[in-house]
């Protein structure tokens, strides 16, 4: 009877919290984690088959957005996880954010709160085949990070929506290399549902043309990632494509590979998009208004058509002293509207971030940090923006708890 009460206590506990793992697939930094179930009620854990994550990450930030500094308190992360493998070749994830819309949307038929609900089995070492709503494939080590771990995203990854029901199928020639493949609805919603009613395209000269619904609108994305060196060298390369709406469609390259050593941990990636309407929405977000200045007026819900972005991001984690954690993080990125002159090549993002960490019980995934984050946005002087800067001091905490 204790023993049960235990456990109903824990499971009720987690629902009220959050949890996360790692991006694209069951990872996540599990470790060697002492579990609530464990620490309170002494249960044993037999198998491997239900795990209870939640993750929680807070602090107090002072921000700086241009004009004066402000301050507040905030929540950064909140989200369950329950996963486990039921066999050596069937298992399954689910994350679930608890800050999110819980409305399910017209494509998939899930809420955008659900990350990830997906079965997967292994039909043999080499070959693996996942469906359900997943994290999409895309490479990079930012974009595969546990987003909790992350102070800021790149503009690109923050943009984009990647959430997505579908398959994945994929196969290891070799422990060390892994090939994946992956089809996958482009958007949780019709098109109407996630860009809004009455979309249209903008082109040069101010040309606007209606955008429809797809008939297909579906992603294919290739992945490799690679290990050599006993793991201490890493990649995460892919290339996919996107339908939009009809006749357009978006073309994404990702190149991520990482220096993983016992006390430094050190990635470069380099992401490009390239848009037939803007997906991810930067350039339409900055320009729109400004490009129909002297004119009527910008339409009421339109996208620049044909934008490409490019982002450079390098990380470093190094674990210079036992509990302690320095990380230096910076970003280089880029927007261009390729047939609007004033749009081309209009826009450089800088970012700079670096952060001290504490692990306080060995025990557990418990850090806090001070972290200073900051961002330079340049302007063309055709394009009609003014530049700015944004700074953010945070203290706070993380903690992935595992509750069983």
Not at 168 to 197: C, H, R
Not at 362 to 389: H, I, P, W
Request: aromatic share 14%.
């Amino acid at each position: 009877m204790k023993k049960t009460l235990t456990i109903g206590l824990v499971l009720a506990l987690s629902l009220t919290a959050s949890a996360q793992g790692g991006n694209t697939r069951m990872g996540g930094n599990d470790g060697d984690y002492e579990s609530l179930a464990e620490r309170i009620g002494k249960l044993e854990k037999k198998n491997d088959a239900f795990n209870v994550y939640f993750n929680y990450a807070a602090s107090a930030q002072m921000a700086d957005n241009g004009d004066e500094w402000s301050s507040r308190f905030a929540n950064k992360q909140l989200r369950l996880e329950i996963k486990g493998n039921i066999t050596d070749k069937l298992f399954y994830r689910l994350r679930h954010r608890m800050n999110k819309a819980n409305n399910a949307k017209g494509q998939d038929n899930f809420a955008k709160a659900t990350d990830i609900m997906m079965v997967g089995y292994n039909f043999s070492d080499q070959l693996t085949v996942m469906g359900g709503k997943m994290c999409q494939i895309w490479g990079g080590f930012e974009f595969d990070e546990n987003p909790m771990y992350i102070y800021e995203y790149s503009d690109m990854v923050e943009n984009m929506d990647n959430f997505m029901a579908g398959v994945v199928v994929s196969y290891k020639p070799v422990a060390t290399q892994e090939i994946a493949f992956e089809v996958s609805d482009a958007n949780n919603g019709k098109l109407n549902e996630d860009y809004g009613d009455n979309l249209v395209s903008v082109g040069p000269q101010h040309k606007i043309g209606a955008l429809r619904q797809a008939n297909h609108p579906l992603t294919f994305i290739a992945n490799w990632n690679g290990s050599f060196f006993n793991d201490k060298f890493q990649t995460r390369w892919s290339w996919g494509t996107q339908k939009q709406a009809k006749g357009t469609s978006s073309t994404m390259l990702v190149f991520g590979q990482r220096l993983n050593l016992p006390k430094l941990q050190w990635y470069i990636d380099y992401m490009g998009a390239w848009d037939g309407m803007d997906r991810l929405g930067i350039a339409t977000s900055d320009a729109m208004d400004s490009y129909f200045a002297n004119t009527e007026g910008a339409p009421g819900n339109g996208r620049f058509s044909d934008v490409n972005y490019n982002s450079f991001i390098t990380k470093l984690n190094w674990q210079f002293a036992p509990k302690w954690n320095l990380m230096l993080k910076g970003t280089y990125e880029t927007a261009t509207v390729k047939d609007i002159e004033e749009l081309k090549n209009y826009r450089k993002s800088i970012g700079w971030i670096g952060s001290l960490e504490y692990y306080p019980v060995k025990s557990q995934d418990f850090r806090m940090f001070l972290a200073y984050v900051g961002k330079k946005v340049d302007y063309t002087e055709k394009c009609g923006l003014s530049d700015y800067n944004t700074n953010r001091i945070e203290l706070g905490f993380m903690y992935r708890i595992k509750c069983y």
